[in-house]
């Protein structure tokens, strides 16, 4: 429920609540790539680069054969 609850707020443009839903996500499965990706890819939105990038190379790291996540994470400004 947690993930779709994050997708929806994301879609919707809210990216301060669907991070937090996805925090909420991880505290209960940290083990998900896909809550990683997904609070990345609201951290980026939110401006948030440093934090976002720890996500996105969590989320490559827990499936690293996603080409969404390597995409997601390939798309981010240098540091």
Do not use: C, N, W
């Not at 996805?22 to 990706?37: I, K, Q, R």
């Not at 440093?50 to 790291?61: D, G, M, S, T």
């Amino acid at each position: 429920i947690l993930e779709a609850l994050g997708r929806a707020h994301y879609m919707s443009g809210d990216h301060a609540r669907a991070a937090e839903t996805f925090t909420a996500l991880l505290e209960v499965d940290p083990s998900s790539g896909y809550g990683h990706f997904a609070l990345g890819q609201s951290l980026k939105r939110l401006g948030r680069l440093r934090e976002a990038r720890v996500h996105l190379k969590l989320a490559v790291a827990l499936e690293p054969g996603s080409v969404l996540f390597r995409g997601a994470l390939g798309r981010l400004p240098a540091e």
